[in-house]
T-cell receptor
């Protein structure tokens, strides 16, 4: 079964606005990664956050992790039309090497 | 990081035929994975490709349908056998550059398969 559930499933915003996507998971994890996928192509790795970290930044991206709530959020600030894509979270649990992917959020940024 | 290429990038195939997808990595990697992404869906792990041994398949995927080869640390193939329209998906090769459980996983550009 899917480890991660993301919400919203779809998000449409204006260029310049911030976009927030959430990922919830069911079991304890070693780390969580966020990926971007443009138009059904390969996935681009964005950020990896470890279970002992609470927040990470990379450019316009900010990821938080709350292990007590088993959830993570991805914030994209000052969004651009080029940010239009699907965003997935993926988690790996202790004792396993397999990343399990969430359901994804389809983000559309309107120019 | 790792640069991954896949061939073909897309194909349209007839029912009952087979297609072999190639995955080439620019460096030696320990772990290679094959995923399937059905239209509008998330990624599902098909199998882990182990160098020098048989692949490890996930529940719902079998070797007869998805045979995998891993002849060395930079290359793998996935064959989709006896295809049906339900096999229409994007197939993605993925690698980790080390065996660490907490390592980043990288993806190829995908192969978009349409079965008529």
């Amino acid at each position: 079964s899917q480890q991660g559930e993301e919400d919203p499933q779809a998000l449409s915003i204006q260029e310049g606005e911030n976009a927030t996507m959430n990922c919830s998971y069911k079991t304890s994890i070693n780390n969580l990664q966020w990926y971007r996928q443009n138009s059904g192509r390969g996935l681009v790795h964005l950020i990896l956050i470890r279970s002992n970290e609470r927040e990470k930044h990379s450019g316009r991206l900010r990821v938080t992790l709350d292990t007590s709530k088993k959830s993570s959020s991805l914030l994209i600030t000052a969004s651009r039309a080029a940010d239009t894509a699907s965003y997935f979270c993926a988690t790996v649990s202790p004792g396993t090497y397999k990343y399990i992917f969430g359901t994804g959020t389809r983000l559309k940024v309107l120019a | 990081s790792a640069v991954i290429s896949q061939k073909p990038s897309r194909d349209i195939c007839q029912r009952g035929t087979s297609l072999t997808i190639q995955c080439q990595v620019d460096s030696q990697v320990t772990m290679m994975f094959w995923y399937r992404q059905q239209p509008g869906q998330s990624l599902t792990l098909i199998a882990t490709a182990n160098q020098g041994s048989e692949a490890t398949y996930e529940s719902g995927f079998v070797i007869d349908k998805f045979p995998i080869s891993r002849p060395n640390l930079t290359f793998s193939t996935l064959t989709v056998s006896n295809m049906s329209p339900e096999d229409s998906s994007i197939y993605l090769c993925s690698v980790r550059t080390s065996g660490a459980l907490t390592d980043t996983q990288y993806f190829g550009p995908g192969t978009r398969l349409t079965v008529l």
